[in-house]
T-cell receptor
Framework: GQNIDQPTEMTATEGAIVQINCTYQ??????LFWYQQHAGEAPTFLSY????GLEEKGRFSSFLSRSKGYSYLLLKELQMKDSASYLC??????????FGTGTRLTVIP | EAGVAQSPRYKIIEKRQSVAFWCNPI?????LYWYQQILGQGPKLLIQ????????DSQLPKDRFSAERLKGVDSTLKIQPAKLEDSAVYLC???FGTGDNQPQHFGDGTRLSIL
C-alpha cells in the first residue's frame, strides 16, 4: 500500500527559510515529485528527485533519502506568493503519482 | 506552449444526474491522467491512459465512472449517476511519456458540486 505523511500546516515569515518534510512508504519507487498548489488552482511541478541527495533550483531545493523513505522541500527567501499547499508525491510503476494531503504554508509579513 | 485545457470550469448538478468533463492535453503528450481532488486532500488518480489505451484504472469506481480517449488525444470523464460524495475538483494532467522524471502538467480542473 501507499502511505505519505506531511505536516498539515506551517507558518513562516517573509524572507525566512522553511523546510517541509515528507515521509513515505510505497510499493515500488521511481522517484519523488514536489508540486505547489495555490488555492483554487492546479498543481504546478516544482522538483523531481530519484537519487539520494539535494537538488537545487533557485530558491527551492529538494532532498531525498531512499533508504529512509524521506524527502524535504526547502524554500529560501520566502515571499508572500509562496503561500500555497505543497504536495509530496512519490512515483511508482508507469509514472503513477501518489499524492499526500499536502502542507499548507502561510507566509506572514 | 499551450497548457492542459479542461471544460467546463464549474458544474453543479443534482444527485443521480449525469455529468461529463472534457480534457485536451498538451500537444505531443502521450500520457493522460484523470484525478479526483476532494477538498483538503491531495489528488487521487482515477485513470491513466497511454495514447488510447488504459494503463491503470484500479481506483476508478467503474459502476458509475467511465473515461475514454478514443483517438489518443482528447479525453472525456463521465459520472453516471452522481452521488453526493463525488463533489470534488476533477483534474486532468498530461506528460510526455511514462518514463521516470516525466513531470505531469495539470489543467485548472472542473469543480463539481452535487446538490
Amino acid at each position: 500500500g501507499q502511505n505519505i505523511d506531511q505536516p498539515t500546516e506551517m507558518t513562516a515569515t517573509e524572507g525566512a527559510i522553511v523546510q517541509i518534510n515528507c515521509t513515505y512508504q510505497t510499493s515500488g519507487f521511481n522517484g519523488l515529485f514536489w508540486y505547489q498548489q495555490h488555492a483554487g488552482e492546479a498543481p504546478t511541478f516544482l522538483s523531481y528527485n530519484v537519487l539520494d541527495g539535494l537538488e537545487e533550483k533557485g530558491r527551492f531545493s529538494s532532498f531525498l533519502s531512499r533508504s529512509k523513505g524521506y524527502s524535504y522541500l526547502l524554500l529560501k527567501e520566502l515571499q508572500m506568493k509562496d503561500s500555497a499547499s505543497y504536495l509530496c508525491a512519490p512515483a511508482a510503476g508507469a509514472n503513477n503519482l501518489f499524492f499526500g494531503t499536502g502542507t499548507r504554508l502561510t507566509v506572514i509579513p | 506552449e499551450a497548457g492542459v485545457a479542461q471544460s467546463p470550469r464549474y458544474k453543479i448538478i443534482e444527485k443521480r444526474q449525469s455529468v461529463a468533463f472534457w480534457c485536451n492535453p498538451i500537444s505531443g503528450h502521450a500520457t493522460l491522467y484523470w484525478y479526483q481532488q476532494i477538498l483538503g486532500q491531495g489528488p487521487k488518480l482515477l485513470i491513466q491512459f497511454q495514447n488510447n489505451g488504459v494503463v491503470d484504472d484500479s481506483q476508478l469506481p467503474k459502476d458509475r465512472f467511465s473515461a475514454e480517449r478514443l483517438k489518443g488525444v482528447d479525453s472525456t470523464l463521465k459520472i453516471q449517476p452522481a452521488k453526493l460524495e463525488d463533489s470534488a475538483v476533477y483534474l486532468c494532467a498530461s506528460s510526455f511519456g511514462t518514463g521516470d522524471n516525466q513531470p505531469q502538467h495539470f489543467g485548472d480542473g472542473t469543480r463539481l458540486s452535487i446538490l
